[in-house]
């Protein structure tokens, strides 16, 4: 027994440099973090990971014919994947669990004259089987031909529509040279009609028409889903010395935006989104393929997933799945399914 003491010994002195080793360390890093708070944050793996990407929004370019005032996802560069590279993104995407995705801009048809988004539709139908594609658009470049083309690979045609008055349209920024707003938005209804494309609405409240009642167009116009936005700002998009727009004028308070809804509210259809609602609940992929964070009132990019993977990408997307969930981010996306009238 006593020839075991002297190892017990060193043991036991071997112990206390060790902890006091872990100390200096800890203190280090303590010391490390108060002088750069947002490194551990940015640490790989320090987020959680996020939820299943079910649903992501592609804004593919970030060019546009039009000039809406409001606008927060502006011409601030002229770049746009190459059809290959686009097309390997959204294969990752439908791997880590993509059911819909939503093509968005800038304005869809201003690329290639609307073949981009009518090649990344077909890809994600025939090639990927997602259950639903979507696009976003002011509608005023788009054609019966490409109709004829492209959609059959479409599930959902949103056109942007923030009032029926031309004249509010013009103020808005919402027009390109002679071309009449309304007139392009009820032709498109009449093309998803014939093309068997569920024909939706999307508005922003904001300055310019939040005393209007749209009640008896919408119902004429019947679409699957009308989306109600609240006019929102987006640092460096349309406010703040960096932006491409200045939004503040046409920002509406919430009880401006509440009385919108309240005047709307035996339309079915109708789908509010206030600030609250609408600015973390969505998942956007940038024009490189990064998501964009909104969580601080700017947009922060992550690291492309074409260069991380998804995964990694979506630990820094900002993403409220609980909000997406509120606010009715899962629905009957699918033609398929929505048993329409055509």
């Not at 959609?151 to 808005?172: H, P, Q, R, W």
């Not at 932006?243 to 935006?257: G, P, T």
Request: proline share 3%; net charge neutral.
């Amino acid at each position: 027994m006593l020839q075991l003491e002297p190892s017990w010994s060193l043991i036991t002195v071997l112990i206390g440099l060790s902890a006091a080793f872990l100390a200096t360390k800890y203190c280090l890093w303590q010391r490390r973090d108060a002088k750069h708070p947002e490194s551990l944050r940015r640490a790989a793996g320090s987020r959680p990971a996020a939820a299943t990407p079910s649903s992501v929004n592609y804004h593919f370019t970030r060019q546009c014919n039009y000039k809406c005032g409001f606008c927060f996802h502006t011409a601030k560069t002229s770049f746009v994947l190459p059809l290959d590279e686009a097309e390997r993104g959204l294969k990752l995407l439908k791997e880590a669990g993509m059911e819909k995705v939503n093509f968005s801009g800038g304005e869809p048809f201003i690329t290639e004259k609307g073949r981009y988004v009518g090649e990344l539709a077909r890809y994600c139908k025939e090639s990927l089987g997602l259950p639903s594609v979507s696009i976003v658009s002011n509608g005023s470049l788009i054609t019966e031909e490409w109709f004829e083309e492209y959609g059959k690979y479409l599930d959902i045609l949103a056109i942007s529509c923030d009032s029926f008055n031309e004249a509010t349209n013009i103020e808005i920024g919402r027009r390109q040279g002679n071309t009449h707003h309304v007139n392009s938005v009820l032709r498109i209804k009449q093309w998803c009609h014939s093309y068997k494309v569920a024909f939706k609405i999307n508005t922003v409240v904001n300055t310019f028409n939040w005393e209007e009642d749209m009640t008896e167009e919408i119902l004429d116009a019947n679409p699957v889903r009308w989306k109600v936005f609240q006019c929102l700002l987006i640092e460096g998009e349309n406010v703040g010395e960096e932006a491409k727009r200045n939004a503040e004028k046409f920002v509406v308070s919430k009880e401006q935006f509440e009385s919108f809804i309240r005047r709307h509210k035996s339309i079915p259809q109708l789908v509010p989104e206030s600030n609250e609602a609408m600015r973390d609940s969505y998942l956007i992929l940038d024009e490189y393929m990064r998501f964009l964070d909104c969580t601080n009132g700017r947009k922060d990019p992550s690291k492309s997933i074409l260069d991380v993977g998804v995964a990694d990408a979506m630990k820094f997307s900002g993403f409220d799945v609980a909000m997406f969930k509120k606010r009715g981010g899962v629905y009957n996306w699918s033609k398929a399914d929505m048993r329409l009238d055509w």
